[in-house]
């Protein structure tokens, strides 16, 4: 098992690209909301140099949806904090995070306040490289706030 996983020193384990790819067919992404320029998953993103804990995402964005992998160390209840905040503009957010249901931030900002999807299985994360890491050793899951909006919108377009 790959010990870096269970730590906080490296945050830059990113979305594996598949994973991504079925996310963005859903929902559009227009803005990846904490990466680098090796990780971004969107065209437009904030870096650490940028700060996307103060950063608008509703602005940075430009109007579409908004993905944020967060680094998981002890500054994610922060992350999940400014999500639930952003989303409380208008901004659809889709947030992977583990899912630890026992956290406070979780009871805070999203149960009964997003939605909630768990992965079945372990992710496997990749590094700034794109080299796949051994499964994650903690179950992930989607936070959803606003996606219906994303979802209806589509079934506007379709119809039209």
Known sequence: MNKALLSSKNMCWCTPQDFFDKLNEEFSFTLD????????????????????????????????????NPPYGREIGKWVCKAYEEAQAGTSIVLLI?????????????????????????????DEDGNTADPAPFPSMLVIYNGEAVRNERREKAAV
């Open 33 to 68: 909301a904490a990466a680098t320029d090796k990780t971004a998953k969107c065209s437009q993103y904030l870096t650490p140099e940028k700060d996307g804990l103060t950063s608008s995402w509703k602005e940075a964005a430009r109007g579409g949806a908004v993905f944020c």
């Open 98 to 126: 583990p899912a630890r249901t026992d956290t406070s931030y979780f009871h805070e900002f999203i149960y009964g306040k997003a939605e909630v999807r768990f992965i079945r299985g372990r992710l496997r994360f990749t």
